[in-house]
């Protein structure tokens, strides 16, 4: 099974219809991410959760929100969907850092296609 | 904004033959790691080098890092036709280890 998953793999909706993508995993990992990539470019952090209680802002959260609903569990929202929000959205996992030369090696999900009509 | 920009942005090689991409970053960092993506799909790591390395390998895989030029090499020896993905490195910020900032990519394509 999976270490991270991710629901729907695919979807098509309208403008400004509200959007959930969900994200488990049964890694244990403390924190999770959400990414979204365009066609051709690397990845856009929008959300990050260091554990339930710690939400932070990625460099393009604006349009999305999040839900951490448990440690294993973290959930994007589009609440108004528009085009320019199509894109591939990924959720990663972490471990948490330690020491001052820690890593953050990351576990990516499978994606969610998502197309804004 | 990217933190890493990855050169060249595309590559085609032949089966067999070495494949060098390079990425270049802005500030400091504490680590730089590199990704495959194959088509469509999640990323998966390959390897992680601190600031305090130079170099590191794992199977055929050589990473390269200087800091005092702000850039990274990854090496892939003897290529094959599954190597054929995109490859990305990402930085954590000596700032803060918290979150990895990805470039734009190279894409590899290995014809056999």
């Known amino acids: 099974d999976a270490d991270v998953t991710q629901t729907p793999r695919n979807r098509i909706t309208k403008t400004g219809k509200r959007i959930m993508l969900e994200c488990s995993q049964t890694k244990g990992h403390d924190r999770m991410y959400w990414y979204r990539q365009d066609p051709g470019l690397g990845l856009q952090l929008i959300y990050y959760s260091f554990d339930v209680k710690d939400i932070n802002k990625g460099e393009i959260s604006d349009g999305y929100s999040v839900s951490r609903q448990a440690q294993a569990k973290f959930s994007l929202s589009l609440e108004s969907a528009i085009p320019n929000q199509t894109a591939l959205y990924f959720c990663?996992?972490?471990?948490?850092?330690?020491?001052?030369?820690?890593?953050?090696?990351?576990?990516f999900g499978p994606g969610t296609r998502l197309t804004v009509l | 904004s990217q933190q890493g920009e990855e050169d060249p942005q595309a590559l085609s090689i032949q089966e067999g033959e070495n494949a060098t991409m390079n990425c270049s970053y802005k500030?400091?960092?504490?680590?730089l790691q590199w990704y495959r993506q194959n088509s469509g799909r999640g990323l998966v790591h390959l390897i992680l080098?601190?600031?305090?390395?130079r170099e590191k390998h794992s199977g055929r895989l050589r990473v390269t890092l200087d800091t005092s030029k702000k850039s990274s090499s990854l090496l892939i020896t003897a290529s094959r036709a599954a190597d054929t993905a995109s490859y990305f490195c990402a930085t954590a910020s000596s700032g803060s280890a918290r979150q990895l900032t990805f470039g734009s990519g190279t894409q590899l394509t290995v014809l056999p």
């Open positions: 080098i601190r600031s305090n390395e």
């Open positions: 990663a996992t972490s471990d948490a850092a330690r020491g001052p030369h820690s890593y953050n090696e990351q576990f």
């Open positions: 500030t400091s960092i504490n680590n």
